[in-house]
């Protein structure tokens, strides 16, 4: 289940390289990546596991509420970040030239599902 949904996650989105469902340890879930993705998503994940857990805890520190969507973007690559519950995230790595907003609501519609599975 998890596999097939990274996989629309990616290939529905234009611009789209990989997937990952993580926990926020660092542990992968799940992956799904293209042929000629330039990057390892469970790399990409380890590293933004610490920057999630960073953010996470500043916007409780500001009574902002739960972050909920992080987006990261470099000159090579965008990542966007969804949360599930408090201990997985869904992360998409896409080129810089991709659908940014197909990307964000596929993870959005995704996201319950996925979070029932855990």
Do not use: C, Q, W
């Given at each position: 289940?998890?596999k097939?949904?990274?996989?629309d996650?990616v ?5 789209g390289?990989?997937?990952l ?41 500001l009574?902002?509420?739960t ?26 790595a ?25």
């Amino acid at each position: 289940m998890f596999k097939e949904a990274l996989r629309d996650l990616v290939e529905g989105t234009e611009g789209g390289l990989a997937g990952l469902l993580m926990d926020s340890s660092g542990i992968a879930v799940e992956t799904y990546a293209k042929s000629d993705s330039p990057f390892d998503i469970n790399t990409i994940g380890i590293e933004f596991s610490v920057v999630i857990g960073s953010i996470k805890r500043a916007s409780e520190m500001l009574e902002a509420g739960t972050a909920n969507e992080i987006a990261v973007g470099t000159d090579k690559m965008i990542t966007l970040i969804r949360t599930l519950g408090e201990t997985y995230f869904l992360a998409l790595a896409m080129t810089p030239e991709g659908n940014f907003g197909k990307g964000r609501y596929l993870m959005r519609t995704a996201a319950p599902k996925l979070l029932a599975e855990l």
